[in-house]
């Protein structure tokens, strides 16, 4: 299985990779945990990253694509992958196409904005695994621990209100493009070309990977 997840901030990419990654064994990409990682780990890239995160704007595309062409020589994505957080330009994703990265499914994951901003400030993350919880709507066993580790979760530096209302102007200004970009692509019917599937990110965690499940198995 070789997919896209595509969808706004905050409409649950993170949430629902982590149960299709589990169900397909393959690895997550997940470029904004790389761009995280290379932050605590204070590599320059990181340090460049940090400050356009912060701005709730875009790191380049030639950094981007250069991290996912390294990431995918790797021996876990022979059995496939998937995409969460990329592409989210049109450069991005022609960079895929004209290296020849075969994408079996693009799911889309819809929610109204007016939505993402609570969704944010409750979202409490384990960085070293990816798992995201909210203090509401996905809470803990324990409340500011991991469930499998028991390690401390932390709150993202770009989830206050103000940098959350500047990443969804640049989801819509730069990525929502996408959306039309691989429906196209799945409606030529061109060999090699991706099925896209639309599914309502609305509702309880469980009701949304049923609904991924289900859209991924058509
Ligand atoms: P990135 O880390 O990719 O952030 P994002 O796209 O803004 O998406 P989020 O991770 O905020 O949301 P999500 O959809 O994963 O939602 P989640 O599952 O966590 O990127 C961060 C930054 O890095 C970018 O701004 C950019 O600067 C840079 N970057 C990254 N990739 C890049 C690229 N390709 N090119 C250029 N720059 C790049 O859920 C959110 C919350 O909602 C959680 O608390 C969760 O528990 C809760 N939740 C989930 N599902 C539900 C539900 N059904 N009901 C209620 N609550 C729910
Ligand atoms: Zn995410």
């Not at 706004?8 to 990654?21: C, L, R, V």
């Not at 605590?40 to 709730?56: F, H, I, P, R, S």
């Not at 932390?154 to 996408?178: F, G, I, P, S």
Request: proline share 5%; with cysteine; hydrophobic share 40%.
């Amino acid at each position: 299985m070789r997919l896209i997840l595509l969808g706004a901030p905050g409409a649950g990419k993170g949430t629902q990779a982590n149960f299709i990654k589990e169900k397909y064994n393959i690895p997550q990409i997940s470029t904004g945990d790389m761009l995280r990682a290379a932050i605590k780990a204070g590599t320059e890239l990181g340090l460049a990253a940090k400050k356009v995160m912060d701005a709730g704007q875009l790191v380049s595309d030639d950094i981007i694509i250069g991290l996912v062409k390294e990431r995918l020589k790797e021996a876990d994505c022979a059995n496939g992958y998937l995409f969460d957080g990329f592409p989210r330009t049109i450069a991005q994703a022609d960079a895929m196409k004209d290296s020849g990265v075969k994408i079996d499914y693009v799911l889309e994951i819809d929610v109204p904005d007016e939505l993402i901003v609570e969704r944010m400030s409750g979202r409490r993350s384990h960085p070293a695994s990816g798992r995201v919880y909210h203090v509401k709507f996905n809470p803990p066993k324990v409340e500011g621990k991991d469930d499998v580790t028991g390690e401390p979760l932390v709150q993202r530096d770009d989830d206050t209100e103000e940098t959350v209302k500047k990443r969804l102007a640049v989801y819509h200004n730069q990525t929502e493009v996408l959306l039309g970009y691989y429906n196209k692509w799945a409606e030529s019917g061109l060999p090699g070309a991706p099925k896209y599937r639309k599914i309502s990110g609305v509702g309880p965690v469980e009701q949304v990977r049923d609904a991924a499940f289900a859209a991924l198995a058509d």
